[in-house]
């Protein structure tokens, strides 16, 4: 082995904990929500301060609840009920939608980990 | 008129060598692989020996010969299989081109098969994310690759090496 290996060897060592560290990183955590409601109105939030919203949907009132910088369905008045067990988003680029009610939320702020999302 | 066609030493040895790479390359494809893109890459010995004993142009011509025939045998030619191991081996060659410049003493096998392991693997990844998958989730994989790439580059430069310790050197000298 020459030095010029253990140079090589060296570097790419010290490469592969940046290569995770750059590709793995944790997503960043979003600042404020765009919602679009049916008549594609579009409120922003932010996310900072707890509150309830109630926007207005195609059946009803969607109720978003926001908390400690994370935003969910609270109330909808849809019949599946997907939007209320999607949960709470918190990392900036997540998008969620209740579509029988035609509310849809993304969240934004920071660097977003994506541009679209395609299931 | 007749056309004659001279191959001389050099051109037997191309073929040879390239012959052995491509028989390692097909016996490596009945490998099963646990993720896409990974594969020991044991034909790659031959090229850094080949770069070690006969210089880079030689490695050259047995790395593109081994792709282009090791699909041909396979069934592979011009499907992503083979995009993907034609535009690792380009990558390969261009590492090993600009690795072989390097002054004083330079690399040994293990040095070269550790950067054409990476160089490899980073080439197949990015002809994999402009051609078939362009998609940002895609690089998730590339640290895990590029870590088994980097512990199989090591395992074939010393496998590598004990070859060559067992070759005459005088054998090798062009005629």
């Known amino acids: 082995m020459t030095r010029s290996d253990t140079l090589a060897i060296f570097f790419a060592l010290i490469l592969l904990p940046l290569l995770y560290y750059q590709l793995w990183r944790p997503q960043t955590s979003a600042?404020?929500?765009?919602i679009i409601d049916?008549?594609?109105?579009?409120?922003?939030a932010s996310l900072e301060d707890a509150k309830r919203l109630n926007i207005r949907?195609?059946?009803g009132d969607s109720v978003l609840n926001i908390e400690d910088g994370k935003i969910r369905f609270a109330q909808s008045p849809c019949k599946g009920k997907v939007c209320i067990h999607r949960g709470w988003l918190q990392y900036s680029g997540e998008v969620m939608a209740c579509l029988p009610n035609k509310v849809i939320i993304k969240l934004g702020g920071g660097q977003a980990r994506f541009d679209s999302i395609n299931f | 008129?007749?056309?004659?066609?001279?191959?001389?030493?050099?051109?037997?040895?191309?073929?040879?060598?390239?012959?052995l790479a491509i028989m390692i390359h097909v016996i490596e494809s009945a490998i099963p692989s646990i993720l896409p893109g990974l594969k020991p890459g044991l034909a790659n010995i031959i090229t850094i020996?080949?770069?070690?004993?006969?210089?880079w142009s030689m490695a050259a011509w047995v790395s593109l010969l081994r792709v282009l025939v090791g699909s041909l045998l396979l069934g592979t030619f011009l499907s992503p299989t083979f995009l993907m191991s034609f535009s690792g081996a380009i990558?390969?060659?261009?590492?090993l081109w600009l690795a072989s410049k390097v002054p004083g003493k330079?690399?040994?096998?293990?040095g070269f098969s550790l950067l054409a392991a990476m160089a490899h693997m980073t080439g197949q990844f990015t002809c994999a994310w402009l051609l078939f998958i362009p998609h940002s989730g895609l690089w998730h994989l590339y640290?895990?690759?590029?870590?088994?790439?980097?512990i199989l580059g090591i395992i074939n430069g010393i496998i590598c090496q004990k070859i060559i310790d067992k070759i005459d050197p005088e054998s090798c000298k062009k005629s």
């Open chain 1, 31 to 34: 600042t404020h929500a765009s």
């Open chain 1, 38 to 44: 049916s008549h594609q109105h579009i409120t922003v």
């Open chain 1, 57 to 59: 949907g195609e059946l």
């Open chain 2, 1 to 19: 008129m007749q056309i004659k066609i001279l191959s001389d030493r050099t051109d037997h040895l191309v073929a040879w060598l390239a012959a």
């Open chain 2, 49 to 55: 020996a080949v770069l070690v004993l006969f210089g």
């Open chain 2, 91 to 95: 990558a390969t060659i261009l590492v």
């Open chain 2, 106 to 110: 330079g690399f040994s096998a293990i």
């Open chain 2, 143 to 150: 640290p895990v690759l590029m870590t088994v790439a980097v």
